[in-house]
């Protein structure tokens, strides 16, 4: 189990230090990428579900978190919620239908239960790399898609470690 944990970790290693050359020059990468906890996730192709239903880290990590949608036809985005906070945000989310401003505002309602945000709407073939710091409290941390109706199957848990 170790030695599967260690390659998987080599192999994702490998996949953000690509993206990473992708993004900019070597001697231009940030020096905080070494010690940060990179975490991927991905989306299931026209079913509306995330690849991962759980995620974990430890409290107050740095994170790097690589959100990528490589085949679905579908825009998706990332949210880290309040634990218990799920249903009443993905509620607001289902409002944004009838808002104007809702491409503007990437789909991500107003509340004080969200802790992360993405970076943008991830269409087919897009990423986003979210970097965050970890709750400081360990727990069961909700993280859904607020395309409106999908946070009721996009959706999966950050556990916080201590
Ligand atoms: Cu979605």
């Given at each position: ?36 906890t ?35 036809p ?9 634990p218990?906070?799920?249903d ?75």
């Amino acid at each position: 189990m170790k030695k599967l944990f260690v390659s998987l970790f080599a192999a994702l290693a490998g996949v953000f230090a690509l993206i990473a050359q992708d993004a900019k020059p070597a001697a231009d990468a940030k020096p905080a990428a070494g010690d940060a906890t990179k975490l991927m996730l991905g989306v299931v192709p026209n079913v509306m579900q995330y690849d991962k239903k759980e995620l974990t880290v430890k409290a107050g990590a740095k994170v790097m978190l690589l959100f990528r949608n490589e085949k679905c036809p579908l825009q998706h985005n990332f949210i880290l919620l309040k634990p218990g906070t799920k249903d009443a945000v993905g509620a607001l989310a289902d409002k944004m239908l009838t808002d104007p401003e809702a491409l503007k505002k990437l789909y991500y309602p107003d509340s004080k239960d969200i802790l992360v945000k993405g970076t943008k709407l991830v269409g087919i073939g897009q990423s986003d790399l979210i970097e965050f710091t970890a709750p400081a409290e360990a727990g069961d941390y909700p993280y859904i898609c607020t395309f409106p109706g999908h946070w009721r199957l996009m959706n999966g848990v950050l556990k916080v470690t201590k």
